[in-house]
């Protein structure tokens, strides 16, 4: 099995370290423009090999694409972060040339693999792999459902006192602080409906915590997380690799689910050795319906954007 990551920033190393600490690959690649900085990043990372015991081969590549080449999975997490002054439209033209040289690079040596994007904005850098790359609509995947459904979990369990672990709880729509919809109301703790246990303060508190935990993170550190994007992304590398078939929300093409066609929007979806494998299909309350259509509108009005570039 072979893993690349493109970017070797923050959230692309993160990633790789996770997936090199779970054994996740024979062989991991790390690639990103910048002279030397993913070999710097591979070696630190061997360096760590004898202390962790895991055995995968971790090797660096300044923009050679070759080397990337038979991967079964790619991550995608290169991309500008927004800077102060820089419109929506400069952000997106910036990335949406990265993101799609990318992946015609990375397509020209690994014409079978799968697609996980990270970078951002998400909802349309996943629209524009798909739309760029011609490939299967299940081999492309946008991760950001999954990073706001694990922050969506933190919140209930900080408040419930419980174990993250012991929550099911989903976040759809877009991976924006004002597009996505965590679905309180459908949320369990071992079963159990959390609204049970939380008042309806308390549920509008954590909904509101969750639509700007990355914009919280942003303010503390100064710069965009990494820990837990980085981890996301190496989680749905492990239920592909694996074939675990697990549910996570991921932004996904849609053609009539959830009322929506012609978009890449957050969703349940299993995720398995073939990618993206099924839509779940959840029952939304006509509240949740009426924000999950004003999601949807706010990523077109994004993509739109690409029609001018």
């Known amino acids: 099995m072979k893993i690349t990551v493109v970017g070797a920033g923050a959230v692309g190393a993160t990633c790789a370290d996770n997936i090199a600490r779970k054994e996740l690959a024979t062989e991991l ?32 590549s300044t923009n050679d694409y070759s080397k990337t080449a038979n991967s079964d999975v790619v991550v995608i997490t290169s991309g500008l972060p927004r800077k102060p002054g820089m419109t929506r439209e400069e952000l997106i033209g910036t990335n949406a040339g990265i993101v799609k040289g990318v992946c015609e690079n990375i ?25 760029s790359t011609g490939l299967p609509k299940n081999r492309i995947i946008g991760m950001g459902g999954t990073l706001d459904s694990a922050r969506f979990k933190y919140q209930l369990s900080t408040t419930l006192n419980c174990s993250p672990s012991d929550l099911n709880a989903l976040v759809v729509g877009g991976h924006g602080d004002t597009t996505m919809i965590p679905l309180i109301k459908h949320a369990t703790w071992n079963s159990i409906p959390v609204t049970q246990f939380l008042d309806e303060a308390q ?56 009322g929506q066609s012609d978009i890449c929007l957050g969703v349940p979806v299993v995720i398995g050795k073939n990618g993206w494998e099924k839509i779940v299909t959840m029952d939304l309350s006509a509240d949740e319906q009426a924000a999950f259509n004003k999601s949807a509108d706010a990523v077109r009005n994004m993509n739109d954007v690409l029609k001018t570039l």
Not at 45 to 53: C, D, K, S
Not at 212 to 222: E, I, N, S
């Open 107 to 131: 397509l020209k040596h690994s014409p079978n693999t799968i697609i996980i994007v990270i970078s951002n904005p998400m909802d349309t850098m996943t629209y524009l792999a798909l739309q």
């Open 29 to 60: 690649v790390l690639l990103d423009i910048k002279e030397g900085f993913a070999e710097g990043k591979a070696q630190d990372m061997m360096q760590t090999a004898a202390l962790l015991g895991f055995d995968t081969r971790i090797s660096g």
């Open 203 to 258: 549920q509008q508190t954590i909904i509101n915590d969750t639509m700007v935990g990355g914009a919280t993170l942003t303010k503390l550190l100064g710069t965009s997380a990494w820990y837990a994007p980085g981890a996301a992304g190496a989680a749905l590398v492990e239920s592909i690799v694996r074939d675990e078939k697990k549910l996570f929300t991921c932004c996904v093409s849609l053609d009539g689910e959830y």
